[in-house]
């Protein structure tokens, strides 16, 4: 199967500070990486859509200079939360496509990221 | 736009209770459409699909059969064990419709008590 992993599965930061999350597929290339936000009540905010290379497509409603993204390589795209502040403590999932499932669409999601903001 | 209405919850079940979640969709293509599951803690993890009308997506003893007419993939068990205790989540996929985005219900929450 396709494998997906995030790190760090959970980070404590003081507000102000900045703090970089991975996301990484582990067996094959992913030409697409999404960042998703997860809200208490389980509900799954799309924030923004990478692709190798170029920048990144953020949804309605996201700040692009807030939370940046970079997708340098074919297997790794990074999430960087800028002087974070305790709104945005929040578990963060990224997700990736695989080439031979783009007629499909599936996903494979990363274990997530919990983001605590003192 | 493409939406994803499921069930809300919380469902809380006994083990070997039959199990329902409700699933429907709008497109304006031909999605591919999807049930994750996300356990206690942890990133979301692929139950099953299916791909086109008429497709029965099957595991770990779930289905879920796409039905055009009445566009709906409801999530079905015959019996719910504890480990099934998770919150599920309906999704569609619209690639040939232009985008690639996964579109998500708002999660169904199972509790399954012993």
Redesign the interface.
């Known amino acids: 199967g396709a494998v997906v992993s995030q790190h760090p599965s959970w980070v404590i930061c003081k507000s102000g500070t900045s703090v970089k999350i991975e996301c990484r597929s582990l067996d094959f290339q992913a030409t697409t990486m999404f960042w998703y936000r997860q809200f208490p009540k389980q509900s799954l905010m799309l924030m923004a859509t990478s692709n190798e290379g170029s920048k990144a497509t953020y949804e309605q409603g996201v700040e692009k200079d807030k939370f940046l993204i970079n997708h340098a390589s074919l297997t790794l795209s990074t999430l960087t939360v800028t002087s974070a502040h305790p709104e945005d403590s929040s578990f963060y999932i990224c997700s990736a496509n695989r080439l031979r499932d783009m007629h499909t669409g599936e996903l494979f999601f990363g274990e997530g990221s919990r983001l605590t903001v003192l | 736009g493409n939406s994803v209405t499921q069930m809300e919850g919380p469902v809380t079940l006994s083990e070997e209770a039959f199990l329902t979640i409700n699933c429907t969709y709008t497109a304006t293509g031909y999605?591919?459409l999807?049930w994750?599951v996300?356990y206690p803690?942890?990133?979301?993890?692929?139950l099953l699909?299916a791909?086109k009308a008429d497709d029965k997506g099957s595991n770990k003893g779930f289905e879920a059969t796409y039905r055009k007419e009445t566009t709906s993939f409801h999530l079905e068990k015959g019996s719910v064990q504890v480990s099934d205790s998770a919150?599920y989540?309906c999704a569609?996929?619209?690639?040939?419709g232009g985008s690639?985005?996964?579109v998500?219900g708002?999660?169904t929450?199972l509790t399954v008590n012993p």
């Open positions: 999605p591919s999807f994750y996300q803690g942890e990133g979301l993890q692929l699909k791909t919150v989540f569609l996929s619209d690639p040939q690639e985005k996964l998500f708002k999660g929450k």
